[in-house]
């Protein structure tokens, strides 16, 4: 029986710029989302910036980036003027802020996806079985069926023609 898990891949330089620009933004992704994970189930504080080839940065922070920073800063230089509950971020409204902004970019990914697939599963059912199929295997039913909708077709480009000639 064949391995069905995952296959290992190679650690080096991915040749093509185009697939190692599709796998730093899958990576980006995966190593954000993981960070999100470690935070939710273990209550800690995470921050991580990645900065592209092209110079670009990316961060992720939890609560947020500047407050991990601060709270590391000050850790370092316990003389700092701003209190060690400031630096770490510990303003529960914002932490609860943070945390909801957190949950509400999750979802917004995943609405994303789910609008993606409705969309190809709707594109998908759009198309009538007659759509490619070679005239000569249709029957009658079928080819009046495709007249009428190509009818409809030149009727609602028509109407359109009109509105933008008014409107022009």
Do not use: G
């Given at each position: 029986m064949p391995n069905m898990g995952r296959k290992k891949t190679q650690m080096e330089l991915i040749e093509?710029?185009?697939?190692?620009?599709?796998?730093f933004s899958k990576r980006r992704s995966g190593l954000f989302k993981k960070a999100s994970e470690l935070c939710t189930m273990c209550a800690v504080e995470v921050a991580i910036i990645i900065f592209s080839i092209g110079g670009k940065a990316f961060s992720f922070g939890h609560p947020n980036v500047q407050s991990?920073?601060?709270?590391?800063?000050?850790?370092?230089?316990?003389?700092?003027?701003?209190s060690s509950n400031e630096a770490a971020g510990q303003d529960p409204i914002l932490h609860d802020l943070n945390k909801t902004h957190s949950d509400l970019i999750e979802n917004v990914g995943l609405v994303k996806q789910i609008g993606k697939k409705m969309r190809r599963a709707i594109m998908e059912k759009a198309k009538p079985d007659w759509f490619y199929a070679p005239r000569e295997s249709l029957s009658m039913e079928v080819l009046y069926e495709?007249?009428?909708a190509l009818e409809d077709v030149q009727e609602n480009v028509r109407r359109d023609k009109e509105r933008l000639l008014v409107q022009a």
């Open positions: 093509t710029e185009s697939a190692r620009h599709v796998t991990v920073f601060n709270r590391l800063r000050f850790s370092e230089n316990p003389d700092a003027s701003t495709m007249k009428e």
